[in-house]
T-cell receptor, first 114, second 112 residues
């Protein structure tokens, strides 16, 4: 069964600190993996996309890693800011359909305190 | 500016009412989607469309219906709302790269 599991479910850190969010997936055949940021009451916004051959990709203070062998990904946030408070969702797509089938994790709720 | 819009953003209605959630995109995308999301839970696909006059049901069974008469417009209708329909509804669209979906801001629906 294609699944995406994220940990931790929630996380509280102090402003300026770093944190790492985890994503494990069983989606096959794998196409790509995206990390989305979803602010409360808003739709998800894409942060990074990683394909099978990519190990690391950065977008400002966000750095995503992918280990396609172990089917694990992480999102590292450096020097956190209050505006980073949001839900971070790991989304994996498969190559098996023309629709663009996406498998969503439940997200990690990050809270950054001043 | 190319974007995807949803209205209303918030809606509180009584049981039995008929409602339509609007979704429009100005990105020229062929594919559009409706997702349902409960707090702390993953997004569930309830409807999708490949293009004009194309509508399909998603993975999660839903009593809602959709239509796609124009490329840019993909409204969702509930003929008789119930408290179990209380949720957030997210609309999305994708272009040639169907794996990259762009999401609207969502409609938070509460049925009393």
């Amino acid at each position: 069964k294609n699944q995406v599991e994220q940990s931790p479910q929630s996380l509280i850190i102090l402003e300026g600190k770093n944190c790492t969010l985890q994503c494990n997936y069983t989606v096959s055949p794998f196409s790509n993996l995206r990390w989305y940021k979803q602010d409360t009451g808003r739709g998800p916004v894409s942060l990074t996309i990683m394909t099978f051959s990519e190990n690391t990709k950065s977008n400002g203070r966000y750095t995503a890693t992918l280990d396609a062998d172990t089917k694990q990904s992480s999102l590292h946030i450096t020097a956190s800011q209050l505006s980073d408070s949001a839900s971070y969702i790991c989304v994996v797509s498969d190559r098996g359909s023309t629709l663009g089938r996406l498998y969503f994790g439940r997200g990690t709720q990050l809270t950054v305190w001043p | 500016e190319a974007d995807i819009y949803q209205t209303p953003r918030y809606l509180v209605i009584g049981t039995g009412k008929k409602i339509t959630l609007e979704c429009s995109q100005t990105m020229g995308h062929d594919k559009m989607y409706w997702y349902q999301q409960d707090p702390g839970m993953e997004l569930h696909l309830i409807h999708y469309s490949y293009g004009v006059n194309s509508t399909e049901k998603g993975d999660l069974s839903s009593e809602s219906t959709v239509s796609r008469i124009r490329t840019e417009h993909f409204p969702l209708t509930l003929e008789s709302a119930r408290p179990s329909h209380t949720s957030q509804y997210l609309c999305a669209s994708s272009g040639q790269d169907y794996n990259e979906q762009f999401f609207g801001p969502g409609t938070r629906l509460t049925v009393l």
